[in-house]
């Protein structure tokens, strides 16, 4: 079975956190593509023995305000 999560992508230093939005779990790695593929594998280990909930879809976006 597979399931689609949001994650959201922060340059921290010289490093990337990817954070799922779903439920907070969140690695890191040197690119974008390393912190994704770490993330996804904190999902499986995460999910390995408990089910998945039913999650509503995330929308991120970005706002503008004025400070």
Known sequence: MS???TAV???EDDWYVAGCVE???AS???SIDEALSN???ALEL???DKP???FHPAFVTTLEVAI
Do not use: D, M, S
């Open 52 to 54: 998945v909930p039913a």
């Open 28 to 30: 890191q790695g040197k």
């Open 39 to 41: 993330l996804r594998e």
């Open 23 to 25: 439920n907070n779990v």
């Open 9 to 11: 992508i922060q340059q």
């Open 3 to 5: 399931r689609v999560f």
């Open 46 to 48: 995460y999910y390995e």
